[in-house]
DNA sequence: TCTTGTGAATGAATTCACAGCA
DNA sequence: TGCTGTGAATTCATTCACAAGA
């Protein structure tokens, strides 16, 4: 788990599972898209549909929530925006830094999808004092030598790491004292953090091998050679469904 | 599941779960490294740690690959290495195409970890007549009306989608029909592709999303008004362990 | 003696299937 | 009548703990 529940708090099941939370943010985009185009109820099957999950499940998750449909009816939209919206720490405001401003950065920066959910870019951070001062997105860079100063005068509790893979830990590390307790590493490293800081990773390569496991599956698979050799076809019949796998991200570095 | 295990075929368990599939990219990355560095062997135990997981998950992991180690010494790193990269399929080559040059495509076409893993950027693709020819990481960009013959003289059966959300369903259709079967999805939204074709997703909103979820519990979390409030305090004791949990991947537009 | 490999136990997530309510 | 909400059943994943083997 990238966050363990420790004990349960007291009241009420204050306890949503993990694979639920990983999905909110999915129907939450669904939801908003409903939302633009101003309809006013839909039923689980519809809202899972437009999800990519089964509507057993998303009736399952939200109950975690609480009993926010109507029985022979369906969910109000927009009640449903804001309750997931509220669970999920979105109806506040989270400045987040960007250290790294390569490809990467630079793409994250550019990033639309962030004011919408309540994410802010605070600051562009990078260690190249020849990148100190452009504008990137409209934000200009600033030099890491003042990543301390900068991640407390903004408040910041979010870090993204962009950087090359060498640079990650470092760059971890002075976020971690600095104030910053949870991070989304792109940089293809294992980070290690104290107790109490969330790290996910979002790694490409990772991502990459997992489809060609997939797809080597797929092509009939004879020989492979070695070991105990691979039964010839069986054409496997793949089901076609989005992520909502409980698997693991990837990363990739500026 | 990304990819249903449908029917588990004749011979032996080939039927490796597909979290155990999710983190061999992991182990395969800690070993490379410890190959570079010349080290013969390692332990269950030195190399869970370096790929950041416990080491009975890592034993058992391997023992659906078959017994490549040797009790009471460990595991041989460039046996690992070799046994492992089967596995997953890189022993041979991925030609992968690249379609939305826009500030992600551009990164991920100048991503290093490709070609060290078996996968090759056989080909950029942008719908933007301004940007065929223009090479980007050293290769020309072309245009998107010949997708199509792309995918099929190069026999790409990957394709990575780096698109603004509302042309992402129909790039993906089009890639499908002209013969790929896995797609990496960094569009913020959910495909949806025939049986037999599988799809991942990177969706850098949804990571931000689910860590400021568990953000906002540990700031002590007081009112949240509505709903049976929240019980204060509590003081959560996160785990900061990486992600080798099961959750989701993320999305992301050019 | 040390570390793997693995059954058995536990825990988490998903799916089923239907009672309960609008 | 129709759709939600949820216990119960099932499937999948992790962890334990120790026998087997170098």
């Known amino acids: 788990m990238a966050t363990g529940r420790t004990h349960r708090p007291a009241t009420r099941s204050r306890g949503i599972p993990e694979a639920t939370v990983a999905r909110l943010p999915l129907y939450l985009r669904a939801l908003t898209a409903l939302s633009e185009r101003s309809v006013p109820t839909v039923s689980s099957e519809e809202l899972a549909a437009a999800a990519g999950v089964n509507s057993a499940k998303l009736r399952k998750d939200f109950s975690y929530l609480g009993s926010y449909g109507t029985r022979g009816v369906g969910y109000d939209v927009e009640y449903l925006v804001y309750q997931i919206s509220r669970e999920l720490g979105l109806t506040q405001d989270w400045p987040v830094v960007i250290v790294g401003i390569g490809n990467l950065g630079a793409a994250l920066a550019n990033y639309g999808g962030f004011a919408s959910r309540g994410f802010r870019v605070a600051a562009l951070i990078d260690a190249d004092p020849a990148m100190a001062g452009k504008p990137v997105a409209g934000i ?23 950087t090359p893979a060498g640079a990650a830990q ?4 002075r976020l971690v ?78």
């Open 177 to 254: 004292a600095a104030g910053v307790t949870s991070i989304l590493n792109f940089a293809p490293t294992v980070l290690s953090v104290p107790d109490g800081v969330d790290v996910r990773k979002v790694d490409l390569s990772i991502e990459l091998q997992i489809l060609a496991f997939h797809e080597q599956r797929k092509a009939g698979e004879v020989a492979a050679a070695s070991d105990g050799g691979v039964p010839a076809a069986a054409a496997r019949n793949e089901s076609a469904d989005q992520g909502p796998d409980g698997d693991m991200p990837a990363v990739m570095p500026a």
């Open 140 to 162: 200009p860079v600033q030099h890491s030598d003042d990543l301390e100063k900068i991640i407390q005068d903004n408040g910041v509790s979010i870090g993204v790491i962009a």
């Open 170 to 173: 470092a760059v971890c590390e």
